[in-house]
């Protein structure tokens, strides 16, 4: 969804959440270096994360058909994963099949096997069997994105130009947190967000946060419920202006209420965002948390 996705980084997945037989829904824990992605969601004649790892797994489990995969958070061309999570739907059989031979977990052998196949700028650390109800799209009850910029002030460490803005103006991170902390709360992000037919831009802005790191690097912390699309690259954008010190303090709070995107606004670069994580509730409340999420994002 995101970048989204927020993602964007973030904004979540049309693929399919249900077995269509008898099987397993299996929790896959994966991270990836967006750069040479075309963003999560398959496309025609695009190299996407979600095309590679349908490819790989539709390999490993000599699947005839490609094996479907429910994300939690689809994110844009560009940006990066390093706590994503899906689901895949199994047969059994095949599951118990994946060892061969050895006395290797299913799951410890499917990541192996996975890590044999996968480009190198996708890694699947961990796959194992979910438990009742979960979803990966819809059991999350928020996700939390890192934005990374790189000032003047700043340590601009060429190792770290995929993941990180170069920005050329000096900024002030006290401006930039007091006006990010402004927007925390549940609104409808309209203003923030790219449109997208039928689907609400009301969320919970969890948190929204600036910190100057060891080495100079801004970073901020964003955490919602879910994002639409492009959303926290525009809440990032709505706010670098207050720290280059060309908007007051006050501005990002005035463009909340607004009941469409707007155009004032500067979507930053997709490579400075991560999804760090994405979390979920405990195993008694992971079904009864998708359904209340699937009512809340039908469209009316």
Known sequence: MNGTSGTSASSE????????????RVRLDLAYDGTAFSGWAAQPGLRTVQGELTAALST????????????????????HARGQVAHVDLDQMAWAALPGRSDREPGVALVSRLAGILPHDVVVARAAVAPDGFDARFSAV????????????????????????????????DAMDEAARS??????????????????????????????LPDGVLAATVRADAFCHSMVRSLVGAVVPVGEGRRTVDWPRSLRDRAERTAGIHVMPPHGLSLEEVVYPGDAELAARAVVTKARRSPA
């Not at 130009?161 to 050329?168: A, E, L, Q, Y």
């Open 183 to 212: 927007l925390v709360g549940l609104r409808d992000f309209a203003a923030f967000c790219r449109q997208r037919e039928g689907a609400t831009t009301v969320r919970t802005l969890l948190e929204f946060s600036w910190v100057r």
């Open 142 to 173: 928020a996700r939390r994105y890192l934005y990374r910029v790189a000032d003047p002030g700043a340590v601009r460490d060429p190792l770290r130009r995929h993941d990180t803005v170069w920005w050329r103006r000096p900024l002030d991170v």
């Open 60 to 79: 490993v489990l000599r699947s005839p058909d490609p094996v479907r995969v429910t994300v939690a958070g689809r994110t844009d061309a560009g940006v």
């Open 13 to 24: 997945g049309s693929e399919a959440t249900t077995s269509t037989g008898p099987g397993l």
